[in-house]
């Protein structure tokens, strides 16, 4: 079974610049997360989709990040423009609809590592 | 407001001993608890879990202790080998709306074990 893809694996940009990521979740996973981790610091949720739906995004900066999951499979994350503290690893999760404890389970890409310079 | 808090950034043991990291939490809410294991350039592996009606599960040298009354949980290898050197982060799972559930990460420890 495929894992959760992400790309790219690295980008560094200027601030104000935008830049996106792209993730593939593993098949069949209908909730996708889209995470933020910071260095020294454990991931932290930015958005949850159920489908194409988005379940929870009370952590996503509005005013410059946007998620979408058009199709109910991959996703994009933007950040438009880009500030120095974005800098950080994003990582894309999935889980499935399975009964039980599968729900609760969060199966993870590699992540994008987006350095702002 | 760090909900789940992982007080030791790092912790070094022998080759053969048993490692020990712990966990604590604040929200009542969160029901089922889980273990990731981190290597450098990779993404978060899903290593052990626990529902908050139990307090102990066993997966082969791995076991989660829960103590609920303490809001405390501790992951347990044994033994301990090298290959296990890796950040470890403790996250909590509580409902997120309908049948979604989402996770709060603790800061992660780092384990060395040395040969």
């Known amino acids: 079974e495929a894992g959760v893809a992400q790309s790219p694996r690295y980008k560094i940009i200027e601030k104000r610049q935008s830049v996106a990521f792209w993730c593939n979740p593993i098949s069949g996973h209908a909730t996708l997360y889209w995470y933020q981790q910071i260095l020294g610091q454990g991931p932290k949720l930015l958005i949850q989709f159920q489908n194409n739906g988005v379940v929870d995004d009370s952590q996503l900066p509005k005013d410059r990040f946007s998620a979408e999951r058009l199709k109910g499979v991959d996703s994009t994350l933007k950040i438009q423009p880009a500030k120095l503290e974005d800098s950080a690893v994003y990582l894309c999760a999935s889980s499935s609809e399975g009964l039980g404890s599968h729900r609760r389970i969060q199966y993870f890409g590699a992540g994008t590592r987006l350095s702002v310079l | 407001d760090q909900q789940v808090k992982q007080n030791s950034p790092s912790l070094s043991v022998q080759e053969g001993r048993i490692s020990i990291l712990n966990c604590d939490y604040t929200?009542?809410?969160?029901?089922?608890f889980l273990w990731y294991k981190k290597y450098p350039a990779e993404g978060p592996t899903f290593l052990i879990s626990?529902?908050?009606?139990?307090d102990k599960n066993e997966d082969g040298r791995f076991t989660v202790f829960l103590n609920k009354s303490a809001k405390h949980l501790s992951l347990h290898i044994v033994p301990s080998q090298p290959g296990d050197s890796a950040v470890y982060f403790c996250?909590?799972?509580?409902?997120?709306?309908?049948?979604?559930?989402?996770?709060?990460f603790g800061k992660g420890t780092l384990l060395t074990v040395n040969p």
């Open positions: 626990i529902s908050s009606i139990k």
């Open positions: 996250a909590a799972s509580v409902r997120s709306g309908g049948s979604n559930y989402k996770l709060t």
């Open positions: 929200n009542s809410m969160f029901d089922y």
